[in-house]
T-cell receptor
Framework: GQNIDQPTEMTATEGAIVQINCTYQ??????LFWYQQHAGEAPTFLSY??LDGLEEKGRFSSFLSRSKGYSYLLLKELQMKDSASYLC??????????WGAGTKLIIKP | IAGITQAPTSQILAAGRRMTLRCTQD?????MYWYRQDLGLGLRLIHY???????GKGEVPDGYSVSRANTDDFPLTLASAVPSQTSVYFC?????????????FGQGTRLTVV
């Protein structure tokens, strides 16, 4: 079966750095996505990786290792508004997105 | 403002009733999707459409039907609602069903079946 694993919840301090990990086992691979979802709102796109390596976009970076079936999302200079759930999703061989359950990130002052 | 709109935003529905969730996008995206989101689970694909006139089944299609008569609209129908269909439903769209990079989501419909 297909599976996306990420931690259920993480806590970090305002101004710090946090890394959210995602491991996957899917039938084929056509890219990995990270989305942010604030409570009661729609998911919004953060990043996309299809090749191994690091993609940087402002305070957010995403890393991919296809051989290890592993990705992480790195958030720097954390702000209170970063408190949200972070969803990892993999596009499989049929170009369908397989979603993890999400990691709830709690930022403390 | 361009985007994707869902209606209603929330609904309480008696079991056995028929219900249609509406979804409209004005971005001229070819692909559209319906997901349900339940606590502790990832988004699960119900049905999708890669282009107007075509639809496909996702991971959890039973009890749901869709149609795609034109590019903009992708309604989801529950023929006879059951309590297990209580969930938050998200409609999404993307430029195509293939190599494009991101999907855009509506604000969701919170459905409670009692």
């Amino acid at each position: 079966g297909q599976n996306i694993d990420q931690p259920t919840e993480m806590t970090a301090t305002e101004g710090a750095i946090v890394q959210i990990n995602c491991t996957y086992q899917t039938s084929g691979f056509n890219g990995l996505f990270w989305y942010q979802q604030h409570a009661g709102e729609a998911p919004t796109f953060l990043s996309y990786n299809v090749l191994d390596g690091l993609e940087e976009k402002g305070r957010f970076s995403s890393f991919l290792s296809r051989s290890k079936g592993y990705s992480y999302l790195l958030l720097k200079e954390l702000q209170m508004k970063d408190s949200a759930s972070y969803l990892c999703a993999v596009r499989d061989s049929n170009y369908q997105l397989i979603w993890g359950a999400g990691t709830k990130l709690i930022i403390k002052p | 403002i361009a985007g994707i709109t869902q209606a209603p935003t929330s609904q309480i529905l008696a079991a056995g009733r028929r219900m249609t969730l509406r979804c409209t996008q004005d971005m001229r995206h070819n692909a559209m999707y319906w997901y349900r989101q339940d606590l502790g689970l990832g988004l699960r694909l119900i049905h999708y459409s890669n282009t107007a006139g075509t639809t496909g089944k996702g991971e959890v299609p039973d009890g749901y039907s869709v149609s795609r008569a034109n590019t903009d609209d992708f309604p989801l129908t529950l023929a006879s609602a059951v309590p297990s269909q209580t969930s938050v439903y998200f409609c999404a769209s993307s430029l195509s069903g293939g190599e494009d990079t991101e999907a855009f989501f509506g604000q969701g419909t919170r459905l409670t079946v009692v």
